[in-house]
C-alpha cells in the first residue's frame, strides 16, 4: 500500500528550502512575467531541474514519488516555477533516459541536470493540439543533417534569457503525410541556425513561465539528434506525457493546497459577526470539501507515481490523477476566494493568482477532456474501428 507518510520529513526539507528560495518572489514572477535569473541559480544549485536525471549524470535520482512531491512544494509557492520543473524533469529528463542514445544523454544530461540547459516539448503545432498526431512540421534528411521546417506553438520553457534546447516532433516519412504514423522526435539545439522563437504567448496564468512559438526555418541539425526510432516518434511523445500528467496532477496539488491553506487561515481569523467565520457552518462545510479533495487527489497523484517507479503500467492512472488533481485544484482556489470574500478578489491577495495558474492544469498536457479519453479507452477495451 503506498504510505506518503515516509515522505512527510522529505516534504518539510524541500518546503523549508521553497520559503526561502521560491515563495517571497512569487508574487513578482507573477506581476513581471519572469523568473529571475538568481531564482533560477538557487534552484539549479538545489539539483531540482534534475531531480529525475540519473545520479551518474549529476541528477538527483529521485523517484517518481518524491519529484511530484518536488513539483507540488514549489507550486504550492509559485505555479510559474512549478511548471518549469514539471517540463524538465518529465518531458525532457525522463525521454531522454529512456530513449536516448549513449551520445546523446553524455551531452545533454549533465546540462539538463544542472540548469544549464532548460528543455521544451515540440509537440504542439496550430493544428495540432489535441489531436497530437496531426504534426505538419517536417524534417528531411540532406546529407548528414536533418532540415526542419514548421511552426509550433504554446511550448512551454522556451525561456528567452536561458538556452533552450527542443525536443521537436517532425514529420520525417513523406509516404505518411496524416496521422500518427511517420513521426519522429529531433533534438533542436539552442543555437541551431533557423530556430527561432515567435509570439511569447500572452497567457492568464503561469506568467513567469515563458510560452512561446518557436519557427523552424530550413533549420539545421546533425542526423545523430534523431531522439528515440525512425517514425517511432508518436509513442515516444505519448510516453512522455503520462509522466508528465503526473507532474501537473502534483502542480494542481500544490496550487490547491496553497489555496486551501489560505482559506483556513481566514476562516481561523476572519471575525465577522464577532466570532471567527470558521464557527460558520457554510465556511466549515467548504474547508471539509476542501481538504478531503486535495487528500483524494494526492492519493491519486502518488499512486500513480508508485505504479512509474514500479515500472508498471500507469497511463491510465496518469490520466485519472491530472483529470482529478486539476478539477480539484480549481475547485478549491474557487472556493478559497469565496470563502475570502472580496480579500479574494484582490489582486495584492495571492488567490487571484493562484486560480488563474491552476486553470492551465486542466488543459495544458492534454485537456481534462483527453484524459477522460484515455481513461475510458484504457478501461473499455474496444477494439478499434
Ligand atoms: N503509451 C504508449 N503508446 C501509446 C500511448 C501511450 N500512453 N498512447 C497511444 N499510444 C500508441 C497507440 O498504442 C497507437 O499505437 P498502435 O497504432 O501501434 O497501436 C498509437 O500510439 C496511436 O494511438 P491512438 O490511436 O490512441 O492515437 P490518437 O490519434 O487516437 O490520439 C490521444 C490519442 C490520446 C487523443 C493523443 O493524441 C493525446 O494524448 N492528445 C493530447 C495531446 C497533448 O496532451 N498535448 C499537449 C502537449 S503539451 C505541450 O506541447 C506544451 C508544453 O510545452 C508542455
Redesign the pocket.
Known amino acids: 500500500m503506498l504510505d506518503y507518510i515516509e515522505y512527510e520529513d522529505f516534504r518539510a526539507e524541500v518546503r523549508a528550502k521553497v520559503d526561502e528560495i521560491v515563495a517571497p518572489h512569487a508574487a513578482a514572477v507573477d506581476a513581471d512575467d519572469h523568473i529571475p535569473n538568481d531564482v533560477m541559480k538557487a534552484v539549479g544549485e538545489l539539483g531540482w531541474f534534475g531531480a529525475t536525471a540519473p545520479v551518474e549524470y549529476g541528477g538527483l535520482g529521485w523517484d517518481t514519488v518524491r519529484y511530484a512531491v518536488l513539483v507540488e512544494e514549489v507550486s504550492r509557492a509559485s505555479g510559474s516555477v512549478g511548471v518549469l520543473l514539471a ?1 524538465q524533469g518529465s ?1 525532457i529528463t525522463y525521454p531522454l533516459q529512456k530513449y536516448g542514445t549513449e551520445e546523446q544523454i553524455n551531452e545533454y544530461m549533465p546540462k539538463f541536470a544542472s540548469g544549464e540547459l532548460l528543455g ?5 503545432e496550430p493544428g495540432a ?5 496531426n504534426t505538419k512540421t517536417t524534417a528531411v534528411l540532406d546529407g548528414d543533417e536533418w532540415v526542419i521546417n514548421g511552426q509550433k506553438c ?4 522556451t525561456k528567452r534569457d536561458w538556452p533552450c534546447v527542443c525536443f521537436a516532433t517532425v514529420r520525417t516519412d513523406p509516404e505518411k503525410s496524416k ?2 504514423r511517420g513521426v519522429s522526435s529531433i533534438i533542436v539545439p539552442p543555437d541551431a541556425p533557423g530556430f527561432n522563437y515567435g509570439r511569447k504567448e500572452n497567457k492568464m496564468g503561469l506568467r513567469g513561465s515563458d ?1 512561446s512559438e518557436i519557427f523552424f526555418e530550413n533549420c539545421r541539425v546533425p542526423k545523430q539528434n534523431l531522439l528515440g526510432e525512425l517514425n517511432e516518434g ?2 515516444l511523445f ?2 512522455a ?2 509522466a ?1 500528467r503526473i507532474s501537473i496532477g502534483a502542480m494542481a496539488l500544490g496550487l490547491g493546497q496553497a489555496a486551501l491553506d489560505l482559506a483556513v487561515k481566514h476562516a481561523e481569523t476572519r471575525v465577522q459577526f464577532g466570532k471567527p467565520i470558521g464557527t460558520k457552518q457554510a465556511i466549515q462545510w467548504k474547508i471539509a470539501e476542501m481538504a478531503t479533495k486535495i487528500r483524494a487527489a494526492r492519493f491519486l497523484v502518488y499512486s500513480a507515481g508508485a505504479l512509474k517507479d514500479a515500472d508498471l503500467p500507469y ?1 491510465t492512472e496518469a490520466a485519472m490523477a491530472k483529470y482529478y488533481a486539476a478539477q480539484v485544484g480549481r475547485e478549491v482556489a474557487y472556493d478559497a476566494i469565496q470563502v475570502h470574500g472580496g480579500l479574494g478578489y484582490d489582486k495584492s491577495y495571492p488567490l487571484e493568482r493562484i486560480y488563474r495558474d491552476v486553470k492551465l492544469d486542466e488543459i ?4 481534462s477532456e ?1 484524459q477522460k ?2 481513461i475510458s ?1 484504457n478501461i473499455l477495451q474496444l477494439k ?1 474501428k
Request: proline share 0%.
Open positions: 517540463v518531458l521544451s516539448f515540440g509537440l504542439t493540439g489535441s489531436d497530437a498526431g504554446f511550448i512551454t520553457n496521422g500518427v510560452t508518436f509513442k505519448m510516453v506525457l503520462d508528465g497511463t495544458g498536457e492534454g485537456t483527453i479519453i484515455v479507452r478499434k
